[in-house]
């Protein structure tokens, strides 16, 4: 495939735990979590052109162009560096909107990787993730590629392996908003510290549930349906929850004995972030 046709991966995480362990000054919540990437994802094609023009090629409902992550990323690149040129951006967009498993922070994060080397600019891995996180505290793990343990506000990462399990994903039908789960009253912003062994020993909470489920009745009702399979579990700020399962034949049990009242994906665990098989294969 040529160069300027080659569809890049921008794939969606999952929070496998999350707690909130303190507050910093300017507002921003001190996690600890653990990333996993999984094969479902919005894919995107990046024209380089000579004008100094970054364009949408079909910008997506509700988001105004320059709002976009995918245009946001190309800009702060573009600035950063002085590059001449532009690129028109077109996104095959499957992940679902606000629906905690990263589709935005994962398009900026496809765009800075990809941009980087259609662009020829030669920044390395650890630039852009620190450009990334100034588009969003999601964005560094995109970057980074690989599961990890991640703490700060969410851009400390220490690379881990984990069970590339099967995963049903379940997206219950609304959006919530990060900075309204993050602004209530209710949430704990106090636990305590954990090590990567209390995770792999089954510490699975996530810190957010409680507030989320309150505000978001649909996201209880979906947590009570999967909870009937195997353990569910909120990824970040959800929407969306999630059950692993150790084959795809309970998964696909499992997928094909939901209800059907909300989209429900049927996708498997990657330590690896496809990105980088693209970006090898360039
Ligand atoms: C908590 C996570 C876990 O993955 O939730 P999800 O968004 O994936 O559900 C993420 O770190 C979210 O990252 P991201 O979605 O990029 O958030 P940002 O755009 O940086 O922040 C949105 C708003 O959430 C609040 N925020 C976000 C991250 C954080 N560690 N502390 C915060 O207090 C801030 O008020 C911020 O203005
Ligand atoms: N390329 C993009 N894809 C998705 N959302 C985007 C994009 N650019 C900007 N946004 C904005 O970011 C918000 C959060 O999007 P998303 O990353 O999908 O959710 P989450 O952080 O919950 O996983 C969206 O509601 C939208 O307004």
């Known amino acids: 495939m040529s160069e300027v046709n080659k569809r890049w991966p921008a794939p969606a995480k999952l929070n496998l735990m999350l707690r909130i362990v303190g507050q910093r000054e300017d507002g921003y919540h001190l996690l600890q979590t653990v990333f996993q990437f999984i094969d479902l994802c919005d894919w995107l094609v990046f024209r380089p052109i000579s004008d100094s023009v970054i364009s949408l090629r079909n910008p997506l409902p509700g988001v105004p162009e320059d709002q976009d992550l995918t245009y946001r990323a190309a800009r702060l690149l573009k600035d950063e560096t002085g590059y001449k040129g532009g690129v028109v951006i077109e996104i095959e967009k499957h992940l679902p909107m606000g629906g905690g498993l990263g589709g935005g922070s994962s398009d900026a994060a496809t765009t800075l990787v990809a941009l980087n080397d259609l662009w020829r600019l030669r920044l390395s891995r650890e630039r852009l993730m620190q450009l990334g996180l100034r588009l969003g505290a999601d964005v560094p793990i995109f970057v980074f590629g690989h599961s990890a343990w991640a703490e700060g506000v969410g851009e400390v990462l ?17 959006h919530v908003d990060t900075k309204e789960i993050f602004s209530s009253k209710d949430l704990t912003r106090d636990s305590k510290s954990i090590k990567i062994a209390d995770f792999i020993a089954g510490q699975h909470q996530n810190d957010c549930l409680d507030v989320v489920r309150k505000f978001y009745p649909s996201v209880d009702g979906a947590l009570r349906e999967l909870s009937d399979f195997s353990e569910a579990r909120l990824t970040g700020t959800g929407a969306c929850v999630f059950a692993q399962f150790d084959t795809e034949l309970a998964a696909k049990k499992a997928y094909l004995s939901l209800s059907r009242k909300w989209q429900s994906y049927l996708c498997k665990g990657m330590n690896r972030s496809p990105l980088y098989s693209s970006l090898n294969d360039a």
Do not use: R
Not at 158 to 174: A, F, G, M, R
């Open 158 to 174: 220490q690379e881990i392996e984990v069970p590339e399990k099967w995963v049903v994903v379940l997206k219950p039908d609304c």
